[in-house]
């Protein structure tokens, strides 16, 4: 996506210097940067701390991650290093997925450009696959007006490029209509009100940031069309992970007559999960909710404690939302409707 004059991704693989660049996300909205390495152990690390997060971007960084530990320490490849990222974080399946495909490449096309080619060549995959699943949710969207309300950061940052849940918004801007976004901050890390509504901006679209508890009032003063949201990973089922938060608003939006829509792509999908109860839930650290920081009036970074001392936090990542809340998940194969057709993700219907 265009920031400034340029265009980027959140993370690839640049070919002048053979090295991961990825897009430092904890210093937006008030620096953009963007930082490289050719060490896999940095780039486990800005998956750990979340310089890079969300369930697509993570999974293509990692594939570029291990084709640079193909190549410096080959012998330790399948013992050491495909382990050491799957530790990175534990929900997104996409991680799993790209971790599976580079050890798959490793064996087919076991050159080191080779398997540079596959892990550029994944996240080109997931960039086509947000691209494709944006046309069918403008689809949906254009059938009423577009006052969509979305939880955490489901756009290009999470997802190389385009977005999940933001990429039919961007579709529906590029055909020149106007959708409004209300933007849940989404405690406690606040990727809504950072990230989600810093890139809605950069793309000139109109949103206002609200706290995660106002989501459900203005569901109720009929202010919201649909709800739009991504994923971490989707059971066969169709029950969905997505940021903690999620399952709240989609009670809300069932008691409110709301559409829930989740953009994911298949990367996202779970089949050896049947239900929601068999996905691993991250839970953070406590000072997430503990501290907050942030930039003051010169500019400054400055991080402040919200909490008395002494005072302990539950941080639970992640929930899950059961598929008879979610009206359709729509991926780059089309709308799947899991709670009218709860066998499989094949009864996929679009193309
Ligand atoms: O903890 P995060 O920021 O990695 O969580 C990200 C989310 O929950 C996103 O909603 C999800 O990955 C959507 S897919 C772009």
């Given at each position: 996506?265009?920031?400034?004059?340029?265009?980027?991704?959140a993370?690839?693989?640049?070919?002048?210097?053979?090295?991961?660049?990825?897009?430092?996300?904890?210093?937006?909205?008030?620096?953009?940067?963007?930082?490289?390495?050719?060490?896999?152990?940095?780039?486990?690390?800005?998956?750990e701390?979340?310089?890079?997060?969300?369930?697509?971007?993570?999974?293509?960084?990692?594939?570029?991650?291990?084709?640079?530990?193909?190549?410096?320490?080959?012998?330790?490849f399948?013992?050491?290093?495909?382990?050491?990222?799957?530790?990175?974080?534990?929900?997104?399946?996409?991680?799993?997925?790209?971790?599976?495909?580079?050890?798959?490449?490793?064996l087919?096309?076991?050159?080191?450009?080779?398997?540079?080619?596959c892990?550029?060549?994944?996240?080109d995959?997931?960039?086509?696959a947000?691209?494709?699943?944006?046309?069918?949710?403008?689809?949906?969207?254009?059938?009423?007006?577009?006052?969509?309300?979305?939880?955490?950061?489901a756009?290009?940052?999470?997802?190389v490029d385009?977005?999940?849940?933001?990429?039919?918004?961007?579709?529906?801007?590029?055909?020149g209509?106007?959708?409004?976004?209300?933007?849940?901050?989404?405690?406690p890390?606040?990727?809504?009100?950072?990230?989600?509504?810093?890139?809605?901006?950069?793309?000139?679209?109109?949103?206002?940031?609200?706290?995660?508890?106002?989501?459900?009032?203005?569901?109720?003063?009929?202010?919201?069309?649909?709800?739009?949201?991504?994923?971490?990973?989707?059971?066969?089922?169709?029950?969905?992970a997505?940021?903690?938060?999620?399952?709240?608003?989609s009670?809300?939006?069932?008691?409110?007559?709301?559409?829930?829509?989740?953009?994911a792509?298949?990367?996202?999908?779970?089949a050896?999960?049947?239900s929601?109860?068999?996905?691993?839930?991250?839970?953070?650290?406590?000072?997430?909710?503990?501290?907050?920081?942030?930039?003051?009036?010169?500019?400054?970074?400055?991080?402040?404690?919200?909490?008395?001392?002494?005072?302990?936090?539950?941080?639970?990542?992640?929930d899950?939302?059961?598929?008879?809340?979610?009206?359709?998940?729509?991926?780059?194969?089309?709308?799947?409707?899991?709670?009218?057709?709860?066998?499989?993700?094949?009864?996929?219907v679009g193309e």
């Open positions: 996506m265009r920031v400034g004059k340029s265009d980027y991704r993370v690839n693989w640049d070919i002048t210097t053979g090295s991961v660049q990825w897009v430092e996300q904890r210093l937006l909205p008030h620096k953009f940067e963007q930082r490289s390495t050719n060490r896999p152990e940095l780039v486990a690390q800005a998956i701390t979340m310089q890079v997060r969300g369930a697509p971007s993570i999974g293509a960084f990692a594939a570029l991650g291990l084709a640079l530990a193909y190549q410096q320490d080959r012998a330790r399948e013992s050491y290093w495909l382990a050491r990222f799957r530790s990175t974080r534990p929900t997104a399946i996409n991680l799993f997925h790209a971790c599976d495909a580079m050890a798959r490449c490793a087919e096309r076991p050159l080191d450009t080779q398997m540079i080619d892990a550029v060549a994944y996240g995959a997931e960039v086509e947000n691209r494709r699943m944006g046309l069918y949710m403008a689809e949906l969207l254009a059938r009423g007006e577009r006052r969509i309300l979305t939880h955490c950061n756009g290009w940052l999470a997802a385009w977005g999940t849940a933001t990429s039919g918004i961007y579709q529906l801007a590029e055909a209509e106007s959708p409004f976004v209300w933007v849940d901050e989404t405690r890390r606040l990727q809504g009100a950072r990230l989600t509504a810093w890139e809605l901006h950069q793309a000139g679209i109109d949103c206002r940031i609200q706290a995660d508890s106002a989501a459900a009032w203005m569901m109720a003063q009929g202010q919201v069309d649909a709800v739009v949201v991504g994923a971490d990973r989707i059971a066969a089922n169709g029950d969905v997505n940021k903690i938060g999620t399952y709240a608003l009670l809300a939006a069932r008691a409110h007559g709301v559409p829930m829509y989740v953009a792509p298949l990367s996202s999908f779970d050896a999960c049947a929601g109860e068999d996905i691993p839930i991250e839970n953070r650290h406590e000072s997430e909710l503990l501290c907050m920081d942030g930039v003051d009036d010169a500019g400054v970074s400055q991080a402040i404690h919200v909490a008395a001392p002494g005072v302990q936090a539950n941080n639970p990542a992640f899950m939302t059961p598929n008879s809340n979610v009206t359709a998940i729509v991926s780059e194969q089309g709308i799947w409707m899991p709670a009218k057709n709860s066998n499989s993700v094949s009864t996929v």
